[in-house]
């Protein structure tokens, strides 16, 4: 294959899982990797993306509902406002529409081209190869989260700089998907732009953030669900992606205001980069990474995040957290105006309108527990079952429900988490001891079986409106957890007790199960708290 010809419109370069029953055709090939023609023809055939790493898949997800309101014509509102009857319309018809799809990829298909020697090569700068030094090139290595680069650990395979193995076009297509979205502020390779040379770059627009996603039985239901409607002042025609803008950005004076949902969820990163092919124009050989903008950061403006008010007063998006299960999340996604609790969480937009696409939705919560610079944890990926039926518009009765029952929950885990430390603290006679490790198994104990007793509980809650706070019992959710908490409390605690000094330590801190002694015990039910602190940028 000659060098710059990896188009992403038909080389297969997305992984993707056909629904059960789906047959080859003439025109439907069911192979596992997929372009982006393909992908958007067949979406109603397509069960669901199969990218395995979880930011690599919110990424494209945002790409995809680009593309999806470009060629179902849903970009503005329209001289009518009709945009959510053109979204049921376009559903009605069971797939996007081909004639779209076609006009589209041949209005733009020069700018979908991996590698483009001398063009415009896709979500890249070709600049990069002038402005940047080619002596000190990024490496595969590093633009491959997943590898280890520098003195970074191992996650998945070892590998070396000396001796790096080049990745394949559809391995560095989603890479350089994480790198626009998830890249990590602090020092980058130097590009040189009007005179000046400078070396820093700040974070992603979605680095330690969690989105969350509504999905569908199909892809085609996913990405149709997954659209924000445009504002009212949104014009199509200047909603533009980075692709499909005529000139490239200036790094010293970018668009800071997006246009409407598709720029906005496209055009923030932070981050340049350009891949260098090999002979063969189907592998990585090298690539250069270094900073997109001078100045400010690019406003953080996405519609898939829950949004959380810090100490400060500032909004900031709820972290991902891979010890923290989905459905602690859920009332802050089915709720316009969640409980206060300590952050005050503001509902993700895309969840004000996803139910009309279907009832029967689910959410997939995808993330990456990092911090702020180069420290990377572990990927998110989690999914509940279909809950949008009991969004707030749709069930404005039941609804309140599901954050008593998740606050419940939540109320017993802190309850036992303090408990045993407080135990330990107790039985080592140190009050400053932490008791991390006690906290951490009770944790491991509870928070499982406390996701199971939330999904049982959840899914009796009456949803044809006639029964008050859909049938949920607060007595009964009370001691449901309480057990859970009390179980977890006993397993963790019992191996001190067979001495009085660790039996007297245990049973005194037992009463944080119920709240504490009567002067500082708890309520029932959590209210608001002392705000939460910001995560660090």
Known sequence: MPTGTFDLIDQPCVPVRWKPGSTASATASLRDLVGLRELLLHSHDIESLA????????????????????????????????????????????RLSPDGITAYFEEFRDRFFLFGPGGRPWMQDPRLAEQCDASNTAGVNKLIVTRPSGNNHSWFRHDTDTAPE????????????????????GRCSSREVNGVKTASATAGPLRTALSYHPEGTSLF????????????????????????????PDPDHPVRESRGPRSRHTGRSQHALLLLPDEDGTHVRDAFITWAYRGERMPRE????????????????????????????????????????????QQPRVFRSAVE???????RALGFDQEGQAKDTQFVDASTPAVLGYAEDNDPRTVPAVGRLRQFGELYGRRLDRAVKRAWAAYVRDAKADGAAWGAEAGARYWPRAEAEFWARFRLLDRTGEVADGGFDPAATRRAFLRLAEEAYDTVTRPVTRTLRGAKAVSEARIDLYGGTPKNRAPSVPGPRTKAKEPSA
Request: proline share 8%; net charge negative; with cysteine.
């Open 51 to 94: 990218v395995a790493d979880a930011p690599a898949h919110a990424a494209l997800l945002r790409i995809l509902y680009a593309l999806t309101a470009r060629v179902a014509d849903l970009t503005e509102q329209g001289s009518d406002g009709d945009w959510d009857e053109r979204r049921l319309d376009v559903l009605d018809t069971g």
């Open 166 to 185: 080049p990745p394949t076009a559809s391995e560095a297509f989603l890479s350089l998907l994480v790198w626009h979205y998830y890249g990590p502020s």
């Open 221 to 248: 239901e996913t990405l149709l669900a997954g659209l924000v409607p445009p504002e009212d002042t949104v014009n199509g025609a200047e909603d533009l992606c980075p692709w499909e803008r005529d000139d490239l």
């Open 302 to 345: 996405d519609d898939y995040l829950i949004w959380q008010t810090s100490q400060q007063g500032n909004r900031y998006p709820r972290p991902a957290d891979a010890g923290r299960a989905l459905w602690r999340d859920l009332d802050a996604l089915l709720l316009q105006h969640p409980p206060a609790g300590s952050a005050y969480p």
């Open 357 to 363: 696409v279907s009832e029967d939705l689910r959410v």
